[in-house]
């Protein structure tokens, strides 16, 4: 049978979960319009044919039996709190799409009317990274409404803003790239669970003479498979990277003609680093000197040295400065010179996306609020449903909570701060989603929402440098309906005028690359770096390398070789004089999380957790697989703790135990780790609803916010565990 009589369709989409592979999908769609097969790419160089575990099995997530597929409305009188899964929809009724969104969008009216419209308060993050999944007409919407502003703060804004202040743009080190390393540093980076399409490149280093060393608390799958697996006690790692600037200056292992062209600060970052002797890193990071020395020297000596810092450095109460102290080793080393060398924390600076007609933040003024809204921080949700409200200053308590691309009754930390404020009876909740989660069991409405599958959408990447265009491949199911799709109609319920509610996804992708809205398929992007991508060669191609000057062998991508850079200085700045200006300190510098064993609480909760993520989840999504779980059992409700800390504990492996602090606890099951640092337990997220006792670890993590970007502290918190004698479920 020729290609062109085959019943199948095959369609390029992308996978927009919150991942920096953003893979190139193809799926095949049958006769009937049944999607019945997803595999990776094999022409997209990063994806190179392969999907992770989380993704290769996507049809059980689009065909679950349990999806939600219609809109659903909370039935009277039906109590705001947990339940049992399998048992969710008893507390529901469907509805049409007209009846949900009239009352929708009457009741925004109203509340709006009645308490202002910054008491509604809209919450998304990352469940979808399309470009219109993620922020356009849902930005519209809510611009225009005069909602609160969302702070979205939760995953990666200390890292971005820090990695900032260093080099002004997020650029790093191409994946394709890394497959001609000598030494490849992965900090804080599970490539393996989370990142598994630079693993290949790894490999093909590896096999080539590279050395591969991980530093991580705990051993992830990455760790085990690593030449040296360094478990750095959480929390510590700026003392470490300092420790490494010392030995390296020390020894003169910098590159001076780099330091002397590229960067600001050089001398105040040497006094800096002179505080942090190996000795004094030690003692804070648990290494040895020696490790600390040997480190240093492998890096510095290496060439091409490169490194992978992942998010997780950046989840503790400094975790700002850790990540500029980080992000500026390859400064000191020269090691952005070598293709192959220097470092990625994320490449999303390479996408510049034409947001202001995406997103259109000028509706404001045309809002009721006349001005630009209130900004709300996403990683104290708990504080904005309970608290906020309560000073003059503050402007109006929430009353409305529009949950979409999220599941903050699982992910966001102080869990039972978060339930509090969701079971008001007074806050209106609506959700967007595809199953029952511990958000929609506040619900007043749950809107069924579309898979990657069922929608259009562009994307970028954090962890390559392609654009591509994700096509539509299937019908949603049932009367599921896509983000675009719900904001553009209950805009029109609400009787907003503005034409731009009204755009299709393909128009809001043109708005998106900046092409002439009168130009044809050809028309090209004038977005820096895309001038080159027509809507025609997306079309036909799927995925196109924005412009980074990165002809392969004559002219390769050297981030942060030529200057100017966009920071003030123009340069790398070792030395932030806008830190400064803003009362931070311009240097990098370790201080103790206070959540640490270091900190005040630490006689009653001398235990620090790691508030872990499952390599076979997408934070929260996918939790509710069987399949997935099945992948997760080792770890499923059990609790991580060195034999030393159980034996003090007077602990075994499968004792039923407790973990609690002033926050919350949770019944766990203990399971002795020897490769924890001693002092340093491990509990793994998962819904709450899935849990014995009914919550999560984010019962036990802080709303505290870290030093640059505000962002969330998972990684920084105390807890204490207990024999009990019940045994946990599980
Ligand atoms: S989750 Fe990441 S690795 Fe897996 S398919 Fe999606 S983009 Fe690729």
Redesign the pocket.
């Known amino acids: 049978m020729t290609a062109s009589a085959s019943p199948f369709r095959i369609v390029h989409t992308?996978?927009?979960?919150?991942?920096?592979?953003?893979?190139a999908?193809l799926v095949t769609v049958n006769e009937q319009g049944r999607a019945i097969k997803v595999e990776?790419d094999p022409s997209q160089p990063v994806?190179q044919g392969f999907?992770?575990?989380?993704?290769?099995k996507?049809l059980d997530r689009v065909y679950a039996p349990d999806r939600i597929l219609y809109p659903l409305r909370r039935k009277l009188g039906t109590a705001k709190q947990p339940r049992q899964r399998g048992h969710e929809h008893e507390a529901f009724e469907r509805v049409t799409w007209d009846e949900a969104l009239a009352a929708i969008a009457t009741r925004l009216q109203q509340i709006s009317d009645e308490h202002g419209p910054e008491s509604i308060l809209p919450y998304s993050y990352a469940g979808t990274i399309g470009v219109l999944g993620f922020g356009s007409m849902d930005r519209r919407f809510f611009h225009r409404l005069g909602a609160s502003r969302l702070d979205r703060t939760i995953c990666s804004e200390a890292g971005g803003q820090a990695w900032n202040t260093v080099y002004g743009k997020k650029l790093g080190t191409p994946t394709e790239d890394f497959r001609l390393a000598k030494l490849i540093l992965a900090w804080g980076a599970n490539i393996h669970g989370?990142?598994?399409?630079l693993w290949p490149m790894i490999e093909q280093a590896r096999r080539a003479g590279a050395r591969l060393i991980v530093i991580d608390p705990y051993r992830t799958r990455t760790a085990a498979l690593a030449d040296w697996h360094i478990a750095i006690r959480p929390g510590t790692d700026s003392a470490l990277a300092l420790g490494m600037m010392h030995v390296i200056l020390n020894e003169g292992l910098e590159d001076r003609a780099y330091i002397e062209a590229m960067t600001h600060g050089f001398k105040q970052l040497a006094e800096r680093a002179r505080e942090y002797t190996p000795e004094r890193a030690a003692a804070w990071t648990g290494m040895t000197a020696a490790e600390i020395e040997q480190l240093a020297r492998e890096y510095a000596t290496t060439r091409p040295a490169a490194l992978r810092m992942n998010y997780g450095v950046q989840r503790a109460e400094f975790g700002g400065s850790t990540v500029r102290a980080i992000a500026m080793l390859p400064a000191l080393t020269g090691a952005w010179k070598h293709r192959g060398g220097g470092a990625v924390l994320s490449t999303s600076g390479a996408f510049a996306w034409n947001e202001h007609p995406v997103r259109r933040p000028d509706l404001q003024l045309a809002s009721p609020l006349g001005r630009q809204a209130r900004l709300v921080n996403m990683s104290a949700l708990g504080q904005a449903l309970t608290e906020l409200g309560a000073k003059p200053e503050d402007g109006p308590p929430v009353q409305t909570l529009f949950v979409y691309n999220s599941n903050p009754g699982a992910v966001a930390p102080n869990q039972n701060a978060v339930r509090r404020g969701l079971a008001r009876p007074d806050l209106f909740t609506v959700v967007h989603e595809l199953f029952f989660t511990d958000t929609t069991d506040y619900a007043d409405y749950i809107l069924p929402a579309t898979t990657f599958l069922e929608h259009t959408d562009i994307q970028g990447?954090y962890?390559h440098y392609f654009v591509q265009l994700s096509k539509q491949a299937i019908e949603p199911p049932g009367e599921a309906r896509s983000n675009v799709w719900l904001f553009g109609q209950l805009a029109q319920r609400m009787g907003f005028p503005e034409p731009c509610f009204r755009d299709t996804p393909q128009e809001i992708i043109r708005q998106a690359l900046n092409m002439d809205p009168a130009g044809g398929p050809d028309a090209p992007s004038a977005n820096p770096g895309m001038e080159h991508i027509t809507y025609a060669a997306l079309e036909e191609r799927g995925h196109i390398p924005v412009d980074l000057h990165n002809a392969p062998e004559a002219h390769p991508f050297l981030p942060f070789t030529v200057g100017p850079l966009p920071t003030p200085s123009g340069k790398v700045e070792f030395y932030s004089e806008s830190l400064a200006a803003a009362g931070l300190d311009p240097l990098p510098g370790f201080t103790p999380p206070t959540e640490s064993r270091w900190g005040t609480d630490a006689a009653r909760y001398p235990l620090e957790l790691l508030a872990r993520k499952a390599d076979n989840y997408?934070n929260s999504t996918f939790a509710n697989l069987d399949g997935h779980r099945k992948m997760e059992s080792s770890t499923n409700q059990r609790l991580e703790i060195h034999p030393s800390d159980a034996a003090a504990r007077n602990l075994a492996d499968g004792d039923p135990v407790r973990i609690f602090n002033d926050r919350g606890s949770l019944p766990l099951t203990a399971l002795l780790n020897p490769s924890l640092p001693p002092g340093v337990v491990a509990a793994r997220l998962d819904w709450a609803k899935l849990h014995t006792g009914g919550s999560n670890v984010n019962a036990l993590t802080s709303e505290r916010l870290t030093d640059i970007g505000a962002g969330a502290t998972f990684y920084s918190t105390l807890v204490e565990v207990a024999k009990t004698a019940e045994p946990a479920k599980i």
């Open positions: 992308v996978c927009s979960h919150d991942c920096p592979d953003s893979c999908v990776g994806t999907l992770c575990g989380k993704v290769a996507y989370n990142n598994v399409h990447a962890g997408m």
